[in-house]
């Protein structure tokens, strides 16, 4: 079975902190793929990166930087100097499987609110 | 605007009702998805097809049923509809059932059951 852990309920900070979003998954997949996803008060969800089991180099992306550590299970998520468009529900998802049917596992979320 | 649209947005119904849920992939996506939010259960995964045929189930309930139609749109039915029902129903598409493709969600139909 495939389970994805983000322990942290909710997060506040103060606009321009650097901010870091946990994630760690379980999976007997050898191979696999890691999400994450911002849920903005409006509700959809928004795709933000892929990373598959294979690669393990970080990725910056502007303010955004991951984080795969395969050692730990854990792909995490960072945002530097944030922003109040940044608060947000963040939610990291595993996708594995076999065959031709792949569903994605989602964490429970992280909500993160930006102050100024 | 990921592209992928559902409709309605919003939907207010009793218990007991039927609804239908409806959702029109990215173009070029032949895969379609349907999760159901709530505060309780997160995330779940329903369903998903793909190019018209069910490829994989989740929790999916026996009172609810899905298909995608031959111009890949899919609709969602919910019937014997309880309180429990309320919920952000989501139907994401992807190009394809690969795991490395990422899936695109549509903004969701809130469904409240009164």
């Known amino acids: 079975a495939q389970k994805v852990t983000q322990a942290q309920t909710e997060i506040s900070v103060v606009e321009k902190e650097d901010v870091t979003l946990d994630c760690v998954y379980e999976?007997?997949?050898?191979?696999?793929?890691l999400f994450w996803y911002k849920q903005p008060p409006s509700g959809e969800l928004v795709f933000l990166i892929r990373?598959?089991?294979?690669?393990?180099q970080n990725e910056i992306s502007g303010r955004y930087s991951w984080n795969f550590q395969k050692s730990t299970s854990s792909f995490n998520f960072t945002i530097t100097a944030s922003q109040v468009v940044d608060s947000a529900v963040y939610f990291c998802?595993?996708?594995?499987?076999?065959?031709?049917?792949?569903?994605?596992?989602f964490g429970t979320g992280t909500r993160l609110q930006v102050t100024l | 605007d990921s592209g992928v649209t559902q409709t309605p947005k919003h939907l207010i119904t009793a218990t007991g009702q039927r609804v239908t849920l409806r959702c029109s992939p990215r173009?070029?996506?032949?895969?379609v998805y349907w999760y159901q939010q709530s505060l309780d259960q997160g995330l779940q995964f329903l369903i998903q097809?793909?190019?018209?045929?069910?490829?994989a189930k989740g929790n999916i309930l026996e009172r609810f049923s899905a298909q995608q139609f031959p111009d890949l749109h899919s609709e969602l039915n919910l019937s014997s509809l309880e309180l429990g029902d309320s919920a952000l129903y989501f139907c994401?598409?992807?190009?394809?059932?690969?795991?490395?493709?990422?899936?695109?969600f549509g903004q969701g139909t809130r469904l409240t059951v009164v």
């Open positions: 994401a598409s992807s190009v394809s059932v690969r795991m490395n493709t990422e899936a695109f």
């Open positions: 999976t007997r997949d050898t191979t696999y793929y």
């Open positions: 990373r598959n089991s294979f690669d393990e």
């Open positions: 998802a595993l996708r594995g499987g076999t065959g031709t049917a792949s569903k994605l596992t």
């Open positions: 173009s070029g996506d032949l895969s």
């Open positions: 097809y793909y190019n018209g045929e069910e490829r």
